[in-house]
């Protein structure tokens, strides 16, 4: 088996492992947080959640459209962050794997889940039992807005991300110093080589 062929599916088997923990650990998190709820409420916090979907759909695009050259310069200027943010280029596949696919979907199963609880809430304060005509009028509805409203802002961050990708993987990287600075939490170690660069040149 090739070697590159190893490490693809033991990225995937690590990644699935984080998407089990992560989706069971929103999962709860929103359960409880919409437990008890009005509907108003609920709705507030489906739209937060497509947003935090939105935001990591974007930097996950900066991810692959950054060129690290700027980062090189900024790194040489010692200042913090550029070399996280040059790592970050350089694992764009891994990191925009991460965001776009972990991330982004995890949160539109979950806004989908509390989709549901919302309009099942606003169909009980309004008098009409489960599987009304009114309650899927209004499932239809919000479910519509939700949809229109996580393609409209992954578009929107899309054109974002390509446009202004030094800057946002730059913010990014600054995070990542600080989480290895101040929580000595390394998210990658370095070793992954220049994009498009092969392992092994033919002689």
Wanted: hydrophobic share 50%.
């Amino acid at each position: 088996m090739k070697e590159s062929v190893r490490q693809s599916l033991h990225w995937s088997w690590i990644i699935a492992v984080i998407t089990l923990v992560l989706a069971a650990i929103f999962a709860i998190i929103s359960t409880s947080v919409l437990s008890g709820v009005v509907w108003g409420v609920g709705m507030i916090i489906v739209f937060i959640i497509v947003l935090l979907g939105v935001f990591f759909d974007t930097i996950g695009v900066a991810a692959t459209a950054a060129n690290e050259k700027p980062f090189h310069a900024m790194a040489a200027e010692k200042l913090p962050g550029a070399k996280q943010a040059v790592q970050i280029t350089r694992n764009a596949d891994k990191f925009a794997n991460f965001c776009n696919d972990v991330i982004g979907d995890i949160a539109g199963i979950i806004s989908g889940t509390a989709s549901a609880y919302v309009v099942l809430q606003l169909s009980i304060q309004l008098g009409h039992g489960d599987g009304s005509t009114m309650q899927f009028i209004i499932s239809v509805i919000f479910t519509s807005i939700v949809a229109a409203l996580t393609v409209g802002g992954k578009s929107v961050g899309k054109t974002l991300a390509i446009e202004y990708s030094t800057p946002i993987i730059y913010h990014v990287g600054r995070l990542f110093y600080f989480l290895e600075v101040k929580l000595k939490i390394t998210i990658f170690n370095g070793n992954k080589q220049k994009k498009g660069k092969k392992k092994n040149k033919r002689k």
